[in-house]
């Protein structure tokens, strides 16, 4: 197996006019995300013409003619298991494809399972046995090894033989719209932005805060957001989850009061002020603009009743159309719709996804 690594502006310039006049472009990131916010991009890699391309970001001055390139034109881009890959795309290129197509999205809708990885679906449809040698790399590091450099390739050689057999089989079984509207939803909520404000709500506990408390955890969380932002490093590595819900409920207004919280002396020491003063302006909050006490699934009045008579429901059309549980109503699909009807029925708020599109065409709920 053979592929061409590319790693100087030299090199990179006759790709450039292949990658403008493709209108399918195959692609896979390798990048590191661990001791940081955003993803670090290590290697890109590109199936084109019958080529593997290893371009290696890190070496190349231009990186943003090759991103210039890459998004010239309305190209259709195909990964595997493409969230992440679109992450990267977002902070390295600041831009997001006009239409994406995900091998082990469309592997789901036929029926290959709900995940299924690159490996796993290359040796179903190729017939192929792909090692998985090199899973703990760090990309960043130099030189790559030539294991590496083969590892990485076909992460892509396989990519348009999957491509081919599986938009054949969405056709033949008559998924692809199903397909197509998934693939643009996905787009659609990678362009959402976060509300800081909200994120509040997504931290573990926070259901058994009072609303005065929750307004301490509010400005918490946003501060604990904007703080992994700015400083490029996990919200968790800022504070976890735990000290957030604790220093809510016992909110600390002095140095001394916050020498009891359990973090770190390094933390205190970097974030205390801070700290003090989200809580601070937590507890100035209005009542009025206090949020309302988080209501748990289960705290619903036949809650269960209504999830296992849904969940029921999605197995039941799941198995008539050969689609795996997960996909077509997973549980947080299911509390989503559940939830909407329990609270926002007859609200003006957009219609859950059990309710809108190819699963509300399925599915057929009320």
């Given amino acids: ?19 403008n006049a493709s209108t399918t472009l195959l692609l896979d990131t390798e990048f590191i995300r661990v001791s940081t916010y955003f993803p670090k991009l290590g290697l890109l890699q590109l199936h084109l013409n019958s080529i593997d ?41 600041h831009q997001l494809p006009e239409r994406v197509f995900d091998t082990q999205v469309a592997a789901a809708f036929l029926g290959y399972g709900a995940s299924l990885g690159y490996a796993g679906l290359v040796e179903q449809i190729c017939g192929v046995t792909l090692a998985k040698d090199q899973t703990l790399t760090d990309w960043l590091a130099r030189p790559l090894t030539e294991a590496q450099k083969l590892y990485a390739a076909k992460d892509v050689s396989y990519l348009q033989s999957l491509y081919d057999h599986l ?17 643009s939803a996905l787009l659609c909520s990678k362009k959402q932005p976060i509300i800081d404000d909200e994120l509040y709500r997504e931290i573990s506990g926070a259901w058994q805060l009072y609303p005065s408390e929750l307004a301490v955890l509010r400005e918490l969380a946003k501060w604990r957001y904007q703080t992994a932002l700015a400083e490029d490093k996990p919200q968790n590595f800022v504070l976890r989850e735990e000290i957030l819900a604790e220093l809510s409920r016992k909110r600390p207004e002095t140095e001394r009061e916050l020498a009891q919280i359990d973090i770190s002396s390094q933390q205190k020491n970097r974030y205390g002020s801070a700290i003090i003063q989200c809580i601070q302006k937590g507890m100035s909050c209005e009542v009025a603009s206090q949020p309302t006490r988080i209501q748990r699934m289960i705290d619903f009045p036949h809650y269960k009743h209504d999830f296992k008579q849904i969940k029921q429901r ?8 050969n689609l795996p549980i997960e996909l077509l109503g997973s549980r947080k699909l299911i509390n989503q719709y559940l939830l909407w009807s329990y609270e926002n029925k007859k609200l003006e708020v ?15 709920l009320e």
């Avoid at 197996?1 to 990658?19: F, G, H, K, R, T």
């Avoid at 054949?168 to 998934?182: N, R």
Wanted: glycine share 2%.
């Fill in 167 to 183: 938009s054949k089989q969405l056709d033949f079984t008559g998924k692809k719209a199903w397909f197509d509207e998934e693939m």
């Fill in 314 to 321: 999605v197995e039941v059309v799941a198995k008539e159309h």
């Fill in 1 to 19: 197996m053979s592929y061409s690594y590319i790693d100087s502006d030299i090199l990179l310039e006759p790709l450039l006019a292949q990658i």
């Fill in 53 to 93: 391309y290893l371009i290696d970001p890190l070496a190349i001055k231009t990186i943003n003619l090759l991103w210039d390139s890459i998004f010239s034109a309305q190209k259709e881009f195909v990964f595997h298991s493409c969230k992440e890959d679109l992450d990267v795309l977002q902070v390295c290129a």
């Fill in 350 to 364: 957009a219609l859950p996804k059990l309710m809108s599109g190819w699963r509300n065409q399925l599915l057929k």
